[in-house]
């Protein structure tokens, strides 16, 4: 959820508020009660925690066998003509 900020056009009272996207904006100051005007400020830096958001996270290991029968037929009969291939 992001954090909206507001200033009273009367007053001159600034507050931040932590809101939902969906949720409606203040329109009244809690100091005076008249109105308000939501700021536009830097905006809200996302913050990705936790496995899964990085590039690395998505690489595939080295050494890591692939799903499935990787065996080439011919490996089992001593040929060694791909074993070389990454």
Known sequence: MPNYDYECIACGNAFEAFQKITDKHFSDCP?????LRRL???GSG???KGPGFYA???R????????????CPEAKKG????SNQP
Request: glycine fraction near 20%; charged fraction near 25%.
């Open 31 to 35: 100091k005076c009660g008249k109105g």
């Open 40 to 42: 536009i400020g830097s």
């Open 46 to 48: 996302v913050i990705f």
């Open 56 to 58: 690395t996270d998505y």
């Open 60 to 71: 595939k290991k080295a050494g890591t066998p692939k799903e499935g029968n990787n065996t």
């Open 79 to 82: 040929c060694t003509g791909c």
